[in-house]
């Protein structure tokens, strides 16, 4: 269901917090030297905001209430997480958050590029078009899909910190030209009505409140005629939220990731129908029969192995690694050379990276559901209020 109300958006403010809290880290080349130079006192108060939806909440406990709480904050929710996880992911995994599926032989960045241009042909993506990459993170695979692509990418994202690292990673790969990176809402996007040929969403969108309001607002600023194409985040069809082994699952990977609502597959095309979309294809692609699982990394399954420049992050995927990084991090934090709150957030990174692979070993989630759309080149206006408030869900519930 479209949530009644959306946080009032105050850039000023967080522009303010950004330059408290990372001051010039952005410039740094060094994710991992970005992440020890954290204001202090900023960095627990990120710390603090974020982990007041989840310290002392269990799947056991948890409440419809406590879920509506996280909702009515997810703006702030999400950008305090990538506040606390951005120079770890990119320190951890790579510039590109997201996952993907592999081949034998693959190396690792090159199995993510190929989804982000997987992604970009099933969409027909082409030279010369104006695309909106809605959650670009650090805007690696905005710079991936314009390269593929030939396509002027502006990237939208409600974290001041990583529209900095977005720009600047652009103008270093001499890309200023084509792609730009902007601050907003994605649930009250800015832009006018009709404003690109195409929108796509990489693993981002699961921190809406409402799909079917965020789909609302992509269809408004998307032509006539334009396609949508979104990798999205699901439990699936055998998840059962009175079963609390699944609950458990659902609820580390929300905490570990940011997510205020997550929900089924069911909903979220009840969504993008609701939104106005024509659904062309869709297709759960971590149910290809695919030699090598999308959550091997995570896993740190040493067979899968592709090659030696993937050791290093394999390394830091096991469960050696991960205690070593706890240790480190203690270490640092006790000798006053990282903020406090860093080893708190790379813990919880961790126990969602195990309910990551426990969801996708049981088919109970799902990373990579692929939806492509259209924008019918005729339709009836209707009254859509901010994109999505006169609409009425067909669903009335998550599960």
Not at 319 to 344: C, D, M, N, W, Y
């Amino acid at each position: 269901m479209a949530p009644g109300r959306l946080e009032v958006e105050d850039h000023s403010r967080d522009a303010a917090f950004n330059t408290s809290l990372h001051g010039k880290t952005a410039s740094e080349r060094s994710s991992f030297m970005s992440m020890i130079k954290k204001d202090p006192r900023a960095q627990k108060a990120a710390t603090d905001e974020y982990f007041k939806h989840w310290d002392n909440k269990s799947a056991a406990t948890e409440t419809e209430q406590v879920r509506e709480e996280r909702k009515a904050e997810y703006a702030t929710l999400t950008r305090h997480y990538y506040n606390l996880a951005t120079d770890l992911y990119e320190n951890g995994w790579a510039q590109s958050f997201h996952f993907c599926r592999f081949t034998p032989g693959e190396p690792f960045l090159q199995a993510l590029a190929r989804h982000e241009h997987y992604l970009a042909h099933q969409m027909s993506l082409r030279d010369g078009m104006r695309v909106l990459d809605v959650g670009c993170g650090v805007g690696k695979p905005a710079r991936e899909i314009s390269k593929f692509a030939g396509v002027n990418i502006v990237g939208l994202n409600n974290n001041d910190y990583q529209i900095e690292r977005a720009t600047n990673y652009a103008r270093k790969e001499g890309m200023s030209n084509q792609l730009s990176f902007t601050k907003g809402d994605f649930m009250q996007m800015s832009f006018p009505d009709n404003s690109f040929d195409a929108v796509y969403v990489i693993e981002a969108t699961v921190h809406a409140p409402s799909l079917e309001g965020v789909y609302s607002e992509i269809f408004r600023v998307l032509k006539p005629g334009g396609v949508f194409g979104v990798y999205e985040w699901f439990m699936t069809d055998k998840y059962n939220n009175d079963n609390p082994h699944h609950r458990e699952i659902r609820l580390a990977i929300e905490q570990g990731d940011g997510i205020s609502n997550m929900v089924k597959v069911a909903e979220g095309l009840q969504a993008i129908q609701n939104a106005g979309f024509i659904l062309e294809k869709h297709e759960d692609l971590a149910n290809r029969p695919d030699s090598i699982p999308w959550y091997y990394p995570l896993a740190g399954d040493w067979k899968y192995l592709s090659s030696l420049g993937d050791l290093f992050t394999m390394l830091r995927m096991t469960k050696l690694g991960r205690a070593s990084v706890h240790a480190l991090l203690g270490g640092l934090e006790r000798i006053g050379f990282a903020p406090g709150g860093t080893q708190k957030m790379a813990d919880s990174l961790a126990v969602a990276a195990d309910a990551l692979v426990a969801g996708g070993k049981e088919k109970l989630f799902t990373p990579m559901y692929l939806m492509v759309a259209r924008k019918p080149m005729f339709f009836a206006s209707l009254d859509r209020g901010s994109g999505f408030a006169s609409q009425k869900s067909a669903r009335d519930e998550s599960w």
